[in-house]
């Protein structure tokens, strides 16, 4: 990892300390799903079934803290071997959070004030469509297509990150207002979150498009 550049140090730094509170609560809640101590408030439905929820809280945080490794254009560059093996590793993880999150969204009984129709039916879209992205950046690498592969995973991982944006927002909220959103205000806060991360991944997305395409156009001699 020595030809990793400044810039991608911090780059990595930022994401990981961006994904710190949800993966560590997230893993916090491990032992209690094992049947040891309680160090986190309890959550009645990971109690009743603790499978998916801790399925969940395991593919996430390798998907958000190892897929963080796999935007590095040096890893990509000096390391393709590692980058293919953690892309696999990264691609599977990824496709047991999002379908255990469509499991737990569809198993679980949430009240009324942690999740109306609009949260419901997000949290299913989302899962949905991150397995689809993950199956394509699959298909696309195979075909050589990059620009496409990296398109998908980007959009894999605006939804994947969606709990730390969520937990910023929360947070940010509990402070201005001095209590907890919930009902409404909640769901549209929490697919609010989803829709940030997926503009600034369009928007990167873009950069990487118009930089490739005019590296392409300076090599053809346009």
Request: glycine share 6%.
């Amino acid at each position: 990892m020595h030809d990793v550049s400044r810039l991608e140090w911090a780059l990595l730094a930022l994401i990981f300390l961006y994904s710190f509170i949800p993966a560590v609560f997230g893993l916090l809640r491990i032992p209690e799903l094992l049947g040891g101590p309680l160090i986190i408030p309890s959550n009645p439905r990971a109690v009743i079934d603790p499978v998916p929820i801790a399925l969940h809280i395991l593919g996430s945080s390798v998907f958000c803290l190892a897929g963080a490794l796999q935007f590095l254009p040096s890893l990509r560059r000096h390391r393709p071997v590692l980058h293919r093996i953690l892309g696999r590793v990264v691609a599977a993880a990824g496709c047991v959070s999002a379908l255990t999150g469509l499991w737990m969204t569809m198993a679980y009984a949430f009240p009324d004030a942690l999740q109306g129709p609009l949260l419901y039916g997000a949290r299913v879209t989302l899962s949905l469509a991150m397995v689809a992205f993950i199956a394509w950046a699959i298909v696309a690498i195979r075909l050589r297509m990059l620009a496409a592969h990296r398109a998908a995973m980007l959009r894999a991982y605006a939804i994947g990150q969606g709990a730390s944006t969520q937990t910023a927002l929360l947070l940010i909220a509990m402070i201005l207002f001095q209590t907890e959103p919930l009902g409404l205000a909640r769901d549209i806060l929490m697919v609010g979150a989803w829709a940030i991360n997926f503009a600034v991944a369009e928007r990167l997305i873009r950069r990487i498009f118009k930089k490739r395409t005019f590296t392409a156009a300076i090599s053809s001699g346009r």
